[in-house]
Antibody, heavy 120, light 111 residues
Framework: EVQLVQSGAEVKKPGESLRISCKGS????????INWVRQMPGKGLEWMGR????????NYAPSFEGHVTFSADKSFSTAYLQWRTLKVADTAIYYC?????????????WGQGTLVTVSS | QSVLTQPPSVSAAPGQKVTISCSGS????????VSWFQQFPGTAPKLLIY???KRPSGIPDRFSGSKSGTAATLAITGLQTGDEADYFC????????????FGGGTKLTVL
Protein backbone atom coordinates (compact mmCIF):
# COMPACT_ATOMS: atom_id res chain seq x y z
CA GLU A 1 0.00 0.00 0.00
CA VAL A 2 1.41 3.37 -1.04
CA GLN A 3 1.66 5.76 1.89
CA LEU A 4 3.12 9.20 2.43
CA VAL A 5 3.46 10.09 6.09
CA GLN A 6 4.28 13.67 6.99
CA SER A 7 5.78 15.13 10.12
CA GLY A 8 3.65 16.71 12.80
CA ALA A 9 2.27 20.20 13.25
CA GLU A 10 4.71 23.02 13.92
CA VAL A 11 4.38 26.39 15.66
CA LYS A 12 7.14 28.86 14.85
CA LYS A 13 7.94 32.55 15.17
CA PRO A 14 8.63 34.86 12.21
CA GLY A 15 12.26 34.68 11.16
CA GLU A 16 12.78 31.13 12.39
CA SER A 17 13.77 28.24 10.17
CA LEU A 18 11.88 25.00 9.67
CA ARG A 19 12.10 21.69 7.87
CA ILE A 20 9.14 19.34 7.49
CA SER A 21 9.28 15.82 6.13
CA CYS A 22 7.36 13.37 3.98
CA LYS A 23 8.23 9.67 4.19
CA GLY A 24 7.15 7.35 1.42
CA SER A 25 6.48 3.64 1.71
CA UNK A 26 4.86 0.87 -0.30
CA UNK A 27 6.66 1.76 -3.52
CA UNK A 28 10.16 2.47 -4.82
CA UNK A 29 10.70 6.00 -3.53
CA UNK A 30 13.20 7.01 -6.22
CA UNK A 31 10.82 6.09 -9.07
CA UNK A 32 8.41 8.98 -8.48
CA UNK A 33 8.77 12.71 -8.08
CA ILE A 34 7.31 14.27 -4.93
CA ASN A 35 5.13 17.36 -5.29
CA TRP A 36 4.65 19.94 -2.53
CA VAL A 37 1.30 21.75 -2.26
CA ARG A 38 0.27 24.62 0.01
CA GLN A 39 -3.22 25.25 1.34
CA MET A 40 -3.61 28.49 3.25
CA PRO A 41 -6.43 28.68 5.82
CA GLY A 42 -9.79 28.41 4.08
CA LYS A 43 -8.20 28.64 0.65
CA GLY A 44 -7.45 26.45 -2.35
CA LEU A 45 -4.49 24.34 -3.38
CA GLU A 46 -1.26 25.90 -4.66
CA TRP A 47 1.48 23.85 -6.32
CA MET A 48 4.85 24.80 -4.86
CA GLY A 49 6.99 22.54 -7.01
CA ARG A 50 8.43 19.06 -7.12
CA UNK A 51 11.58 17.09 -6.47
CA UNK A 52 13.00 13.97 -8.07
CA UNK A 53 14.20 11.90 -5.10
CA UNK A 54 16.64 9.95 -7.28
CA UNK A 55 18.91 12.97 -7.79
CA UNK A 56 17.19 15.82 -5.88
CA UNK A 57 16.61 17.79 -9.08
CA UNK A 58 13.80 20.25 -8.31
CA ASN A 59 11.32 22.51 -10.08
CA TYR A 60 9.87 25.45 -8.18
CA ALA A 61 6.69 27.36 -8.97
CA PRO A 62 7.53 31.04 -9.58
CA SER A 63 5.70 32.17 -6.43
CA PHE A 64 7.85 29.98 -4.20
CA GLU A 65 11.25 30.13 -5.91
CA GLY A 66 13.87 31.45 -3.51
CA HIS A 67 11.70 31.18 -0.40
CA VAL A 68 11.62 27.42 0.10
CA THR A 69 13.99 24.57 -0.60
CA PHE A 70 13.18 20.96 -1.45
CA SER A 71 15.51 18.14 -0.57
CA ALA A 72 15.38 14.37 -0.36
CA ASP A 73 17.23 11.55 1.36
CA LYS A 74 16.65 8.45 -0.71
CA SER A 75 18.24 6.22 1.90
CA PHE A 76 15.38 7.15 4.24
CA SER A 77 12.71 7.44 1.48
CA THR A 78 12.00 10.93 2.76
CA ALA A 79 11.48 14.28 1.10
CA TYR A 80 11.82 17.58 2.90
CA LEU A 81 10.46 21.09 2.58
CA GLN A 82 12.56 23.77 4.23
CA TRP A 83 12.33 27.45 5.05
CA ARG A 84 15.32 29.54 6.20
CA THR A 85 13.22 32.53 7.27
CA LEU A 86 9.55 31.97 8.04
CA LYS A 87 6.92 34.66 7.61
CA VAL A 88 3.44 34.92 9.12
CA ALA A 89 2.12 34.44 5.57
CA ASP A 90 3.65 30.95 5.53
CA THR A 91 0.93 29.77 7.89
CA ALA A 92 -0.77 26.96 6.01
CA ILE A 93 -1.18 23.22 5.63
CA TYR A 94 1.53 21.71 3.46
CA TYR A 95 0.92 18.50 1.58
CA CYS A 96 3.32 16.22 -0.21
CA UNK A 97 1.96 14.14 -3.07
CA UNK A 98 3.53 11.42 -5.16
CA UNK A 99 3.70 12.11 -8.86
CA UNK A 100 2.53 9.14 -10.93
CA UNK A 101 3.69 9.23 -14.54
CA UNK A 102 1.94 6.07 -15.79
CA UNK A 103 0.45 7.85 -18.76
CA UNK A 104 0.11 11.52 -17.88
CA UNK A 105 1.94 12.77 -14.81
CA UNK A 106 -0.40 13.58 -11.93
CA UNK A 107 -0.34 13.69 -8.11
CA UNK A 108 -1.95 10.42 -7.05
CA UNK A 109 -1.22 9.61 -3.40
CA TRP A 110 -1.11 12.42 -0.86
CA GLY A 111 0.33 12.77 2.61
CA GLN A 112 -1.96 13.72 5.49
CA GLY A 113 -0.63 17.27 5.57
CA THR A 114 1.51 19.26 8.00
CA LEU A 115 0.04 22.35 9.64
CA VAL A 116 2.61 25.13 9.98
CA THR A 117 1.63 28.07 12.15
CA VAL A 118 3.87 31.14 12.15
CA SER A 119 2.97 33.70 14.78
CA SER A 120 4.76 36.14 17.01
CA GLN B 1 -6.24 34.44 -8.53
CA SER B 2 -6.00 30.86 -9.79
CA VAL B 3 -4.90 30.05 -13.33
CA LEU B 4 -7.88 27.71 -13.70
CA THR B 5 -11.34 29.14 -12.99
CA GLN B 6 -13.98 27.18 -11.10
CA PRO B 7 -17.32 28.32 -9.68
CA PRO B 8 -16.97 28.88 -5.92
CA SER B 9 -19.98 26.74 -5.15
CA VAL B 10 -22.61 24.46 -6.64
CA SER B 11 -25.53 22.69 -5.07
CA ALA B 12 -28.09 20.05 -5.91
CA ALA B 13 -30.45 17.66 -4.22
CA PRO B 14 -29.67 14.02 -3.41
CA GLY B 15 -30.08 11.78 -6.43
CA GLN B 16 -29.64 14.64 -8.88
CA LYS B 17 -26.74 15.39 -11.23
CA VAL B 18 -24.31 18.25 -10.81
CA THR B 19 -21.53 19.53 -13.03
CA ILE B 20 -18.48 21.55 -12.01
CA SER B 21 -16.65 23.53 -14.65
CA CYS B 22 -12.95 24.32 -14.90
CA SER B 23 -11.92 26.97 -17.39
CA GLY B 24 -8.35 27.42 -18.55
CA SER B 25 -6.40 28.39 -21.64
CA UNK B 26 -4.42 27.03 -24.57
CA UNK B 27 -1.30 26.67 -22.41
CA UNK B 28 -2.93 24.37 -19.86
CA UNK B 29 -6.27 22.61 -20.38
CA UNK B 30 -6.11 23.25 -24.13
CA UNK B 31 -3.09 20.99 -24.51
CA UNK B 32 -2.96 18.74 -21.45
CA UNK B 33 -4.95 16.13 -19.55
CA VAL B 34 -7.00 17.30 -16.58
CA SER B 35 -7.19 15.79 -13.10
CA TRP B 36 -9.85 16.30 -10.46
CA PHE B 37 -9.43 16.04 -6.70
CA GLN B 38 -11.96 15.67 -3.89
CA GLN B 39 -11.23 17.12 -0.46
CA PHE B 40 -13.32 16.69 2.67
CA PRO B 41 -12.86 19.19 5.52
CA GLY B 42 -9.74 18.49 7.53
CA THR B 43 -8.43 15.82 5.19
CA ALA B 44 -5.97 15.59 2.32
CA PRO B 45 -7.11 15.84 -1.30
CA LYS B 46 -7.83 12.61 -3.10
CA LEU B 47 -7.38 11.90 -6.80
CA LEU B 48 -10.83 11.48 -8.32
CA ILE B 49 -10.26 11.71 -12.09
CA TYR B 50 -7.04 11.62 -14.09
CA UNK B 51 -6.18 11.94 -17.78
CA UNK B 52 -9.40 13.94 -18.12
CA UNK B 53 -11.87 11.04 -17.82
CA LYS B 54 -10.19 8.05 -16.13
CA ARG B 55 -11.07 6.96 -12.59
CA PRO B 56 -8.59 5.45 -10.11
CA SER B 57 -9.50 2.13 -8.64
CA GLY B 58 -12.30 2.49 -6.09
CA ILE B 59 -13.84 5.65 -7.52
CA PRO B 60 -17.48 4.97 -8.47
CA ASP B 61 -18.66 5.57 -12.02
CA ARG B 62 -21.03 8.24 -10.70
CA PHE B 63 -18.02 10.52 -11.15
CA SER B 64 -17.01 11.36 -14.71
CA GLY B 65 -14.77 13.86 -16.43
CA SER B 66 -14.73 15.48 -19.85
CA LYS B 67 -13.03 18.27 -21.74
CA SER B 68 -13.79 20.53 -24.66
CA GLY B 69 -11.22 22.99 -25.90
CA THR B 70 -9.91 24.94 -22.92
CA ALA B 71 -12.59 23.87 -20.46
CA ALA B 72 -13.06 20.71 -18.43
CA THR B 73 -16.07 19.41 -16.57
CA LEU B 74 -16.60 17.09 -13.64
CA ALA B 75 -20.02 15.46 -13.49
CA ILE B 76 -21.45 13.69 -10.49
CA THR B 77 -24.66 11.71 -10.91
CA GLY B 78 -26.86 10.14 -8.25
CA LEU B 79 -25.69 12.70 -5.70
CA GLN B 80 -25.24 11.49 -2.16
CA THR B 81 -24.84 13.52 1.02
CA GLY B 82 -21.40 11.95 1.33
CA ASP B 83 -20.33 13.73 -1.86
CA GLU B 84 -20.45 17.07 -0.08
CA ALA B 85 -16.84 18.27 -0.34
CA ASP B 86 -14.50 20.66 -2.15
CA TYR B 87 -13.49 19.74 -5.69
CA PHE B 88 -10.37 20.99 -7.44
CA CYS B 89 -9.26 20.65 -11.04
CA UNK B 90 -5.60 20.56 -11.99
CA UNK B 91 -3.34 20.25 -14.99
CA UNK B 92 0.07 21.15 -16.35
CA UNK B 93 0.72 24.64 -17.68
CA UNK B 94 3.49 25.54 -20.08
CA UNK B 95 3.07 29.31 -20.40
CA UNK B 96 6.50 30.18 -18.93
CA UNK B 97 7.92 26.89 -17.81
CA UNK B 98 6.25 23.60 -17.11
CA UNK B 99 4.40 23.67 -13.84
CA UNK B 100 1.21 22.31 -12.29
CA UNK B 101 -1.81 24.56 -11.71
CA PHE B 102 -4.99 24.08 -9.68
CA GLY B 103 -8.40 25.62 -9.96
CA GLY B 104 -9.64 27.69 -7.04
CA GLY B 105 -11.93 24.91 -5.90
CA THR B 106 -15.70 24.40 -5.83
CA LYS B 107 -17.71 23.68 -2.71
CA LEU B 108 -20.41 21.12 -3.44
CA THR B 109 -23.45 21.27 -1.19
CA VAL B 110 -25.95 18.43 -1.32
CA LEU B 111 -29.22 19.98 -0.22
Amino acid sequence: EVQLVQSGAEVKKPGESLRISCKGSGYTFTNNWINWVRQMPGKGLEWMGRIDPSDSYSNYAPSFEGHVTFSADKSFSTAYLQWRTLKVADTAIYYCARQNCDGDCKPDFWGQGTLVTVSS
Amino acid sequence: QSVLTQPPSVSAAPGQKVTISCSGSSTNIGKNYVSWFQQFPGTAPKLLIYETYKRPSGIPDRFSGSKSGTAATLAITGLQTGDEADYFCGTWDSSLSVFWVFGGGTKLTVL
